[in-house]
């Protein structure tokens, strides 16, 4: 089976490709990049709407963006990894609230 990382947290053995690379790879054999990219974001809108409901929960949001971020334990930066099944749906697997940006 194709395995492709677009992070640095991958095997020695795995090759790392560029977003370009797999929308080229999904084009090119039949599926829609853009519809498989609006799936992601997809997930990835439902990931923010549930820390929204969880402020809401805690009694609504401040006007200070920082002070809410902090108060939702929300870090600046954000690591969501997605699996991709024979299919070419994506799975959200994980959402990383502090993910390693340095190469591994």
Same mark, same amino acid.
């Given at each position: 089976?194709?395995?492709?990382?677009?992070?640095?947290?991958?095997?020695?053995?795995?090759?790392?490709?560029?977003?370009? +690379?797999?929308?080229?790879?999904?084009?090119?054999? &039949?599926? %829609?990049? /853009?519809?498989?990219?609006? !799936?992601?974001?997809?997930? *990835?809108?439902?990931?923010?709407?549930? +820390?929204?409901?969880?402020?809401?929960?805690?009694? &609504?949001? %401040?006007? /200070?963006a920082?002070?809410? !971020?902090?108060?939702?334990? *929300?870090?600046?930066?954000?690591?969501?990894?997605?699996?991709?099944?024979?299919?070419?749906?994506?799975?959200?697997?994980e959402?990383?609230?502090?993910?390693?940006?340095?190469?591994?």
């Amino acid at each position: 089976p194709k395995q492709h990382m677009t992070n640095s947290g991958r095997d020695v053995d795995m090759e790392q490709h560029s977003l370009q +690379y797999l929308a080229d790879y999904l084009n090119k054999n &039949g599926h %829609s990049y /853009d519809d498989f990219w609006k !799936r992601i974001e997809d997930s *990835i809108e439902s990931v923010f709407h549930c +820390y929204s409901e969880c402020a809401n929960q805690q009694g &609504g949001l %401040s006007s /200070d963006a920082e002070h809410r !971020r902090q108060s939702l334990g *929300i870090p600046k930066i954000m690591g969501l990894d997605f699996v991709v099944d024979s299919n070419i749906q994506p799975w959200l697997v994980e959402v990383n609230r502090f993910p390693g940006l340095e190469p591994r």
